[in-house]
């Protein structure tokens, strides 16, 4: 399948970790795909030992005293691929302590309250603690590289940091969580509600005794910002979506230069215009060449 050791980590397990992070920093939830890009970077990661040359090749055991995170991600795979684990004092014991969550965290400024969301993978253990798997996939990921190194199959690595947000987030940085469901098919998403403390610079779970939670589905609304070239009339297009309190709030502007306005307002519509100034300049630059 791999014809060496190299080839197989940067073909196998790097693609897979890579895969994960991509979804991780997406702001799309709701069909497990996290969940499911994150347990097979753990298989990668966890099995990668099998696959090394038998000379330099250490047992479980060996490699659980060199990183102890490898040992819980062991149990997690196992726990992931045969439902419950029975046998010795693995550290997780269910494949259903180990959990796609949207984390939403409350913040407030001088216009009132906010909410950013982020999407973590939660591991509970067996001693009541809970674990982020994308912590514990990138700090195995940070061992291999170190292993292949001393093995003189790579070069020095560069150590990789699983992406977080730094907090607080400001309010034209928060990003609200876009939900996929498939029509006949439950959906399953857990939620973690937490509140930042402004004090102690931490983030805290909210305590939710007595109050009774609302939940709102709704389709999106699209809309398209375009800017046009003046002299080839070449257009680009990029589309926001907007959820129904500002869709109303949109729909009430009185002109175009207050929708516009409106639109750069929102923390979408600002990466959308900033891709869409980068996409123009890149236009501008390639009509110079060619004069």
């Known amino acids: ?6 080839g197989l980590f940067h073909e196998n397990v790097m693609v897979a970790y890579q895969d994960y992070i991509s979804a991780r920093t997406s702001r799309v939830a709701g069909r497990s795909k996290d969940l499911r890009l994150a347990l097979t970077a753990a298989a990668a990661l966890f099995h ?14 060996e490699l659980e005293k060199a990183c102890g995170d490898y040992g819980l991600l062991g149990d997690i795979v196992n726990a ?10 693995p550290r997780i014991r269910n494949a259903t302590d ?9 913040y407030t400024d001088e216009q009132g ?32 590289l170190n292993e292949l190194h001393a093995m003189k199959v790579m070069s020095k690595p560069r150590a990789f940091v699983l992406p977080t947000k730094s907090k607080p987030v400001s309010r034209d940085q928060n990003v ?8 006949g098919v439950r959906f399953k998403q857990h939620w973690q509600l937490t509140r930042y403390n402004y004090e102690t610079g931490a ?7 007595g109050y009774q939670l609302k939940f709102r589905i709704y389709k999106p609304a ?9 002299e080839t009339g070449k257009s680009i297009t990029r589309t926001v979506l907007l959820n129904p309190d500002e869709l109303d709030r949109f729909r009430q502007l009185r002109n175009d230069d207050e929708r516009q306005n409106y639109l750069a307002s929102l923390g979408q519509s600002r990466k959308a215009l900033q891709e869409l100034a980068e996409e123009a300049k890149d236009i501008e630059h390639l009509l110079r060449l060619r004069q």
Request: hydrophobic share 40%; net charge negative; charged share 30%.
């Open 176 to 183: 609200s969580p876009d939900l996929e469901m498939i029509q």
């Open 48 to 61: 990668f030992r099998e696959h090394l040359p038998k000379k330099v090749r250490r047992s479980r055991a």
């Open 1 to 6: 399948m791999f014809d060496d050791v190299a």
């Open 113 to 144: 309250t906010y909410c950013d969301s982020e999407k973590i993978i939660s591991v509970k253990l067996t001693d009541g603690s809970v674990r982020e798997l994308g912590e514990i996939i990138t700090n195995v990921l940070n061992f291999w």
């Open 98 to 106: 180990v959990q796609e969550m949207v984390v939403l965290t409350e």
């Open 203 to 209: 983030v805290e779970p909210i305590d939710l005794t």
């Open 80 to 89: 992931s691929k045969h439902g419950e684990l029975t046998r010795g004092s």
């Open 222 to 230: 699209e809309v398209n910002l375009v800017l046009t070239h003046n």
